[in-house]
């Protein structure tokens, strides 16, 4: 297993990678350049991985870093949870976010491998925050330069579980513009999901402010859409990326292993 071949799912983000049979072992000539690739197109996809186990999908995840167990989803493994939903379980990540923003060490990368699928519907986006940090105009670059934003679990949960969930994960803050630790690039740090204001504004110019980077998240020439296939696997860089999981297919059934990278 020394060659492969990658194929862009769009011009701006997210590649195929073909050629690569992930239930068997993957040595450093092959996962030194998967390594780069993920740095560089942002989100990986793999099709027709339906021999992949846990075990084998746990071991492809180190290549990308250290596991840490994630707390969303079902224990199915010690490295992996299972992402279930249906009538009974209504999907929830159906807004841009960056997994665990509200953490002050955000999951460096994902895996996750579709296992069940509806009939239609349930594809995930992902939005490159490199491109749209490129696309602001210079002076808005300038103001976010020197901003820190405040990213808080609990925006988006009921009230009633607010504050059991603050005390659990107290808002955090980032800098507006992180750069990656391993290219260099500078990104912008804001989502949806979780980020709530920023430090030094006041609430009104902070909600405008943010209202306005929230929307170049949604411009389609900074996404991609993947469309699942039973055996799809998603690999994704958490620092450069956001997604989104569209809940077209409520009330049929979903579920979908992950394993998530410290």
Partial sequence: MTAFSIQP??????VEIEGIDLAAPIGD???RPLRQALHRHGVLIFRDQNAMTRRHQADFARIFGDIVRSPLGLIADPDVVEIVHDETRPPTENIWHVDHSFSPAPPRA????AIELPTAGGDTLF???RIVWRRLP???QTVLRGLEAVHDIAKCAPATCAAELRAAAPPTRHPVMKVHPATGEEILFVNEAYTTGFDGLDEKDGATLLGYLLDQIRIPEVQCRLRWHPGTVAVWDNRSMQHYATSDYFPQRRVMDRVTIA
């Fill in 29 to 31: 000539r092959v996962a």
């Fill in 127 to 129: 939005a490159d925050m």
């Fill in 110 to 113: 994902a895996v996750l491998c």
């Fill in 138 to 140: 210079e002076a808005v």
């Fill in 9 to 14: 799912i769009t011009a701006a983000v997210g």
